[in-house]
């Protein structure tokens, strides 16, 4: 009895398993026949509804796949075509110095004792020997040879600069200017008929168009192509060398077209071959954030350096110290932006330069500028870089703080020469 209680137990469990995998069994079949009926149905509907449009299913599909490569092969054709039209005018610029040379000269003492290992120079006589320190990039702007690059790309003025155009030719070039503000310089070549990249309009940009970026890359890949967009516009940045030299970087165009160490100083171009930048920084520690000076601040230099050799930049004639919110609150001051107009520690450091446009002007020590023409004067948008908009001869509105009111007058700026 108890034997078949056992088996009559499992036989109840068994039955009740298999009933339940057989009600999931009808369960399926019953979806399974269900969906294939709504699917042919929605099929069949899907098709008669094209056929009525006259729209064959296999015709669709190839005209999307069609569409679809027809779009890769336009955008390709035309990166192809930019880096065919503007790498030619693209160049490499190689950096030479004569660098002391040390020998491993060591005596007995100086590798046991000496904790740094010093290596000493030669018979207490340094030698030197020609060595490469850097590089970057540059375009040709005119057929006779001058080159714009980045001013830290050539600011070194004891070194030696070569060109190699991208036919692997070589030349010595000359640094004709340096700009005092921004982060551009011109160098020249010995030549002619030289391929020339044409300038575009870069207040026209739009975040989201695309960007191609040539350079040589590393200070060894020459005319490296990189595509991307632009990231954004506007941006404002403090650009560091590495070697203690840093910069403020205003209203400068940011990018994600790959852009590397030696590609300083060479053209972001939009897809029309046009230059709309001049790439100039990177982001260290981070991915496809990269940055190029836009077009329009340098042709009015490249036009200058082309019609007489030199760059100049307006100046006012002040000495001032930029104010903030501490030295405001300090002082109980008005305003936490503008500049304060001040003397230095000499008694020849005037606050005003007597005979500056500022001076002509009738601005005095302790009065505080605070625009030009409209343009608030803070750390984002700072005095030099205000004035690298203008030209000698230019005329301008000063807002000015003056013994507690506020006026506004006007200035004539003057000349103040790149050295």
Same mark, same amino acid.
């Given at each position: ?202 207040? *026209?940009?739009?975040?989201?168009? /695309? !960007?191609?970026?040539? @350079? +040589? %890359?590393? #200070? ?30 205003? *209203?400068?165009?940011?990018?994600? /077209? !790959?852009?590397?160490? @030696? +590609? %300083?100083? #060479? ?41 007489? @050799? ?110």
């Amino acid at each position: 009895m108890e034997t078949n209680n056992i088996q009559e137990k499992e036989y109840i469990y068994s039955s009740k398993k298999y009933g339940t995998v057989t009600v999931i069994a009808l369960v399926m079949m019953f979806s399974s026949l269900f969906g294939a009926v709504f699917g042919f149905l929605a099929s069949n509907f899907s098709d008669d509804l094209m056929e009525k449009m006259g729209i064959k299913k296999d015709e669709t599909q190839q005209e999307k796949q069609l569409e679809s490569k027809e779009t890769i092969l336009s955008n390709q054709g035309a990166v192809i075509d930019v880096v065919e039209k503007s790498s030619p005018a693209v160049i490499s610029i190689v950096v030479t110095k004569d660098v002391l040379k040390y020998r491993n000269y060591y005596d007995s003492y100086d590798w046991f004792f000496s904790p740094f290992h010093q290596e000493r120079q030669l018979n207490g006589e340094a030698e030197t020997e020609r060595q490469e320190i850097g590089g970057g990039t540059g375009f040709f702007v005119s057929s006779d040879g001058m080159i714009v690059t980045n001013k830290h790309v050539v600011s070194d003025v004891q070194a030696d600069y070569t060109v190699i155009t991208d036919d692997g030719s070589e030349y010595s070039a000359q640094v004709l200017a340096r700009h005092p503000v921004l982060d551009i310089a011109l160098i020249k070549i010995e030549g002619e008929n030289f391929p020339v990249v044409e300038l575009g309009d870069s207040d *026209n940009l739009k975040v989201g168009q /695309a !960007a191609v970026a040539i @350079g +040589n %890359s590393m #200070g060894e890949f020459a005319n490296s192509v990189s595509l991307g967009i632009v990231s954004g516009l506007g941006r404002d940045i403090v650009a560091s060398s590495g070697f203690g030299q840093s910069e403020r970087l205003n *209203n400068i165009i940011q990018t994600d /077209a !790959a852009i590397n160490p @030696g +590609n %300083s100083g #060479g053209p972001l171009l939009d897809l029309s071959g046009r230059v709309i930048g001049v790439n100039v920084a990177i982001a260290n520690g981070a991915q496809s954030i990269g940055f190029a000076l836009p077009v329009n601040r340098i042709k009015n230099i490249i036009d200058e350096v082309k019609s007489t @050799g030199k760059i100049t930049i307006p100046y006012i004639g002040v000495r001032y110290v930029p104010l903030d919110k501490e030295i405001q609150k300090a002082n109980n001051f008005p305003y936490d932006y503008g500049i304060i107009v001040l003397r230095g520690e000499k008694m020849t450091d005037f606050a005003v330069i007597p005979g500056s446009p500022a001076d002509k002007a009738g601005i005095v020590e302790n009065d505080i500028i605070l625009e030009v023409d409209g343009k608030r004067i803070d750390s984002t948008n700072e005095l030099p870089e205000i004035m690298s908009n203008y030209s000698i001869g230019d005329e301008a509105t000063l807002k000015v703080w003056h013994k507690g009111e506020e006026k506004e007058v006007k200035v004539k700026f003057e000349e103040r020469t790149d050295s």
